[in-house]
């Protein structure tokens, strides 16, 4: 059962990563239309050893190092396949302050989109909160507020880790709209040709290493097996570069897939933090969960399609 338990896992991180990324596609595919063939192909395959490899590969390890550092770098990669009761005891004892800063991470991330972000909107309340978007910054503060004061009753670590999730949150965010305005820019710019391909294949990483971060907080949620992670997260992308020139208008069609992506990013984030003040979620919890919320605004974003064909 184990096996079958790692491949289910390893299909839910696969399916977050790429419906969570279409964002991030939708940005490439529009900023490498303004570039040559030949830096498109540079991107397209060699840029996949750097998506891969070293954001989503390497981020997670570190994440798990300085977490943990007792485990030491390589004991970081191979702790989850250690037979040392020790080593299962510090991942045990290290794991809460990971959950609950990642797990606020992701709440953010989800009440962001709720309140500010425009929307295709999937079910009736999107409407309303959108409407209502002065209230994000309350809403988190209060969530904040009220995770710290149960938190640091636990332990300080555990409050400031908290803080350090929201932190974490709003400076990646800042980063995530600098590349917008930069998109716009270089979209703008597509006659003047004012910046070489190379410029624009380093924007290409540097963007897709600020949107990798959902993914691999996320990917905590379902998992602290890096090899899983690695393998997860890593198809996703591979499969994200391929819809990025192939199909990415056809994915464009169905309207509710941010949608799909940003409940399943809620549920991960209050998983990883109920987690943390010690209830216990199934292993199987994230992704079923994950695979039914995508699933269910799929079948949302077809019918929608052949209503709208109709």
Known sequence: MEWLLAVFTVV??????IVSSVDNAVINAEVLNTMSRKA??????WGILVAVFLIRGLLPWLIIFFTAPELGFIGSLTATFSNDSSVHEIIEKSSPVLL?????????LFFHWLFME??????????????????????????LAFVTWYAIKISGILGFSAVVGSTVFFIVHGFK????????????????????????????????ATF??????????FTFSLPLILLGNGLGAIA?????????????????????????????GSFMVAEAFGAHIPVWGSPAITVGVLVF?????????????A
């Open 240 to 268: 994200v570069r391929q819809l990025t020139v192939g199909n990415i208008e056809r994915v464009k069609k169905y309207k509710y897939l941010k949608n799909g992506a940003m409940y399943s990013i809620l549920f991960l």
């Open 100 to 108: 609950m800063g990642g797990g606020i991470f992701l709440v953010f």
């Open 118 to 143: 425009t929307k295709n909107y999937g079910l009736h309340h999107e409407r309303f909160f959108h409407r209502h978007s002065v209230w994000f910054y309350a809403a988190v503060s209060v969530i």
């Open 212 to 221: 990798s971060i959902d993914g691999v907080l996320g990917a905590f949620a």
């Open 297 to 309: 605004f799929f079948w949302k974003s077809v019918r929608e399609l052949k209503d709208t064909k």
């Open 12 to 17: 839910g991180l696969c399916l977050f990563e």
């Open 177 to 208: 709209q600098n590349a917008e305005a930069v998109e716009h820019q270089l979209l703008h710019e597509k006659e003047k040709g004012s910046l070489s391909d190379i410029s624009k294949i380093m924007y290409l990483e540097a963007i897709d």
């Open 40 to 45: 498109r192909r540079w991107f397209l395959v």
